[in-house]
């Protein structure tokens, strides 16, 4: 279970200098933070020398603190016309500062007022996570691990080309600089990779050492007369990646259109194929989805990745309304009410473990959701003031726009059957005939994925659900989503929308009076006595089809080949894999939430660049898992 997050209090020395009361120690040298950044970090790395001309280059650091070293290089990589083509800082934080404090702090550094300004804005909440923050249209990634540096470090999936090795004095905070973290550090690294710090403590050099690293010195800072200098002997864990950066996504859904984004993002050239017609332009639909997070005790997986995903949304959520067009949606904020004592008990003991920023999840009274509400609810239970509603047609057209010139999106037209060819993947029609060749496939078509690609292995079934519109004028509208067994929607257009069923086994798309009935007793629930007087029979609604996996989590990654001889100690990592053949499918209700983070974990594979999740949350989702317990199941099968 992750650590409640302690924000870093904002305090000085005598001389002015930025301090930690709990480290007793300043936060940079007292002739000042960039100069150090700059002869330290990037001089001790020979940058901006050693990205030039390359596609990307990887930095990792070891304590992100004031953010000034990560100012500092972004800047450098803004002034510099031969700079790689993205850059991706990825940096640890166990007491991260707040925003606010961040805004006082760098107000001290008027030379990056433009670039604070940017980062304040994308600051996120403070929950333990892997934050990944884009700038510069994502050729700039900050990607910011909250927690333990050392457990942070074991989860993050990286090949970094250069390491800032910051932290309080050794003699202040020796687990920043011990030997089972360099180790740690190490196994992130690229071959060769370099190092660099301003401590010559003998300890951080035995580390260095033992760790694999060659160490040497040069002249130091302001009054430090040395500084270490590292690099890494033996072979790190290499970035991997396509050189023909070509893709075909088949699925134009919410899942489909967040894979083509993030990847025509990276440079990739994607053909889109989806069986519908294309919806209006413009047209932000009439349907709209919930998005938040969840809370449990023991900060489950599923917790874990819910919050992930929320995360991210939010993210690029932020990110695509600077384009037009952008989404439509709105955080209006999420009740989700408790069912029943139980529930409420556990509601309870989530927040009280965890203690999570007011802006990400509170317990209230039922008299308090009432009042978030503006209407009478029916219990009390969970408030995410940054949650609320969306309307998917509206992300999927801003997702779409997004992409640009290397998107060819081809509606009404379906991949009928997948085929290899040499280096590459063939799409083909009904006929036999090819539609597009590429040596990367992206399966985001829900449930019709396991045709493209059958499995023995794989279980996907497809659960119908319904959703009800109800006139504004019979029903005292919510200003927030409430939830309890199902939802209802604040008033847009002059009418509600509740639901949802949970049907699985049912084909039908046509909405049914029964299922009317359903969703009015999920309302009744929410919001007592407001479905009285109102006809089922006489309601309007609509009907849309998810794909759920057995274990309700989604597939995201490389597909596994259950046909390929087994390996005789079955692992993930050993599992063989189609060539080139990537999913992003069965969302199941949570598909606004897990899409967005899908198509960034799936660019980050592809282009072989830092995770932008933990290690055991990408296993989580990783599609090779059923057929891995499959093949623990057959091994430990009595003979």
Same mark, same amino acid.
């Given at each position: 279970m992750a650590e409640p997050v302690e924000p870093a209090r904002l305090a000085f020395a005598a001389d002015g200098t930025p301090y930690s009361a709990a480290f007793g120690d300043v936060y940079h040298s007292a002739e000042g933070g960039p100069a150090q950044a700059r002869h330290v970090f990037?001089?001790?790395?020979?940058?901006?020398?050693?990205?030039?001309?390359?596609? $990307?280059?990887?930095?990792?650091?070891?304590?992100?603190?004031?953010?000034?070293?990560?100012?500092?290089?972004?800047?450098?990589?803004?002034?510099?016309?031969?700079?790689?083509?993205?850059?991706?800082?990825?940096?640890?934080?166990?007491?991260?500062?707040?925003?606010?404090?961040?805004?006082?702090?760098?107000?001290? =550094?008027?030379?990056?007022?433009?670039?604070?300004?940017?980062?304040?804005?994308?600051?996120?909440?403070?929950?333990?996570?892997?934050? #990944?923050?884009?700038?510069?249209? $994502?050729r700039v990634q900050l990607t910011l691990a909250i927690g333990d540096a050392t457990r942070a470090l074991r989860e993050l999936r990286l090949a970094a080309d250069a390491v800032f090795l910051d932290g309080f004095d050794p003699a202040r905070n020796p687990a920043l600089w011990s030997p089972e973290l360099m180790k740690v550090v190490a196994r992130a690294c690229a071959p060769g990779a370099t190092a660099a710090t301003w401590s010559v403590a003998g300890a951080v050099r035995d580390a260095l050492r033992s760790a694999g690293f060659e160490v040497g010195k040069r002249p130091g800072f302001a009054r430090k007369r040395d500084m270490l200098v590292a690099r890494l002997l033996r072979a790190g864990r290499g970035a991997s990646g396509f050189?023909?950066? #070509?893709?075909?996504?088949?699925g134009a859904g919410i899942s489909g259109a967040a894979v083509s984004e993030r990847l025509c993002a990276r440079g990739w050239d994607v053909t889109l194929f989806e069986r519908l017609p294309r919806p209006p332009a413009g047209e932000p639909g009439r349907p709209a989805g919930v998005f938040h997070p969840v809370v449990t005790p023991d900060d489950s997986l599923f917790a874990r990745l819910t919050r992930a995903g929320f995360l991210a949304a939010l993210a690029q959520w932020r990110a695509l309304e600077r384009a037009a067009p952008g989404p439509v949606w709105d @955080?209006?904020?999420?009740?989700?009410?408790?069912?029943?004592?139980?529930?409420?008990?556990?509601?309870?003991?989530?927040?009280?473990?965890?203690?999570?920023?007011?802006?990400?999840?509170?317990?209230?009274?039922?008299?308090?959701?009432?009042?978030?509400?503006?209407?009478?609810?029916?219990?009390?239970?969970?408030?995410?003031?940054?949650?609320?509603?969306?309307?998917?047609?509206?992300?999927?057209?801003?997702?779409l726009a997004a992409a640009g010139a290397r998107l060819e999106a081809r509606f009404d037209c379906e991949v009928a059957r997948l085929a290899r060819s040499g280096e590459s993947w063939l799409a083909l029609d009904g006929e036999g005939r090819e539609l597009a060749r590429a040596p990367v496939v992206v399966l985001a078509n829900a449930a019709n994925a396991v045709q493209l690609a059958p499995s023995g292995a794989l279980r996907i079934r497809r659960v119908?659900?319904?959703?009800?519109? &109800?006139?504004?004028?019979?029903?005292?509208?919510?200003?927030?989503?409430?939830?309890? $067994?199902?939802?209802?929607?604040?008033?847009?257009?002059?009418? &509600?929308?509740?639901?949802?069923?949970?049907?699985?086994?049912?084909?039908?798309?046509?909405?049914?009076?029964?299922?009317? @009935?359903?969703?009015?007793?999920?309302?009744?629930?929410?919001?007592?006595?407001?479905?009285?007087?109102?006809?089922?029979?006489?309601?309007?609604?609509?009907?849309?089809?998810?794909?759920?996996?057995?274990?309700?989590?989604p597939l995201i990654g490389p597909l596994a080949a259950d046909d390929a001889a087994a390996p005789k100690n079955p692992r993930l990592?050993?599992?063989?894999?189609?060539?080139?053949? =990537?999913?992003?499918?069965?969302?199941?209700?949570?598909?606004?939430?897990?899409?967005?983070? $899908?198509?960034?974990?799936?660019?980050?594979?592809?282009?072989?660049?830092?995770?932008?999740?933990?290690?055991?949350?990408?296993?989580? &989702?990783?599609?090779?898992?059923?057929?891995?317990?499959?093949? #623990?199941?057959?091994?430990? @099968?009595?003979?």
């Open positions: 990037l001089g001790g790395n020979d940058l901006p020398e050693r990205w030039r001309g390359r596609r $990307g280059f990887t930095i990792l650091e070891t304590g992100f603190g004031l953010g000034l070293n990560f100012l500092t290089t972004w800047h450098a990589w803004r002034e510099d016309p031969q700079r790689c083509e993205r850059l991706h800082f990825v940096s640890v934080e166990k007491h991260p500062f707040t925003r606010h404090d961040l805004e006082q702090l760098h107000a001290r =550094y008027p030379e990056f007022a433009p670039l604070a300004a940017l980062l304040h804005a994308a600051w996120p909440l403070l929950v333990p996570a892997v934050h #990944r923050l884009a700038f510069d249209a $994502g050189a023909a950066r #070509r893709a075909i996504v088949v @955080a209006c904020g999420v009740l989700q009410l408790a069912r029943e004592e139980r529930e409420e008990q556990a509601q309870r003991a989530a927040i009280a473990a965890h203690v999570y920023p007011a802006e990400y999840a509170q317990y209230v009274t039922r008299e308090e959701a009432s009042a978030h509400a503006g209407v009478p609810v029916g219990a009390g239970g969970l408030w995410f003031p940054s949650s609320g509603w969306i309307k998917p047609l509206s992300l999927i057209h801003a997702q119908r659900g319904q959703v009800s519109f &109800l006139p504004e004028s019979r029903v005292a509208a919510p200003r927030v989503v409430a939830l309890r $067994g199902g939802f209802v929607l604040p008033a847009m257009h002059g009418e &509600l929308i509740a639901g949802a069923s949970y049907d699985f086994d049912d084909d039908d798309p046509a909405p049914r009076a029964d299922g009317h @009935a359903g969703n009015l007793a999920r309302l009744a629930r929410i919001l007592p006595g407001a479905a009285a007087d109102v006809d089922a029979a006489a309601l309007d609604g609509m009907v849309g089809f998810r794909a759920v996996a057995p274990d309700r989590l990592a050993t599992l063989p894999r189609r060539d080139g053949l =990537y999913g992003a499918f069965a969302f199941g209700s949570r598909g606004l939430l897990w899409a967005g983070l $899908g198509g960034e974990l799936l660019g980050s594979l592809l282009d072989g660049e830092p995770l932008p999740v933990e290690a055991r949350l990408a296993e989580a &989702l990783d599609p090779g898992r059923f057929l891995l317990r499959a093949l #623990r199941r057959a091994t430990s @099968a009595p003979a």
